[in-house]
């Protein structure tokens, strides 16, 4: 993270984000992905209310659909897209650090601020197919 000192936030240096592909194939005649988290945690302090995440349905490298609304990486926990949901194409997960601009921002999502504790943070996505 590279430090704003203007907006006395943190941002990536390059406005960078992250993206997962999961797909699925299956004769299964309805199945699920569940996406869970562990809290992206430093000691007591945590980015879980930092990180946005948007799901989409992906049809072409290029093209998809949003499902849903911007969620904090907290609140995106547990949320599951059906093979119906999924149909022609298949689910993307966008990972990126708050921005401080409303619109590109989940509601319950802050910038990383200058009293947040330096250092390493991890945390765990965990994606589960049930049939």
Known sequence: LQYDSVNKI?????GSYYAVDVG?????PDWAITHTVTSLA???ENLDNNV?????VQTSNTAGTQIGD???YAASN???FTKTQLTGGWLRVYYGIATGVAARDA????????????GSYSGRVTFTLTP
Do not use: W
């Open 24 to 28: 699925c194939n299956s004769n299964a």
């Open 10 to 14: 943190f941002t990536t240096a390059d």
């Open 52 to 56: 946005n995440v948007t799901f989409m």
């Open 78 to 80: 547990n949320r599951s």
């Open 107 to 118: 509601a319950d999502v802050t910038p990383v601020g200058a009293t947040k504790t330096y």
């Open 42 to 44: 430093n000691g007591s």
């Open 70 to 72: 911007i969620l904090s």
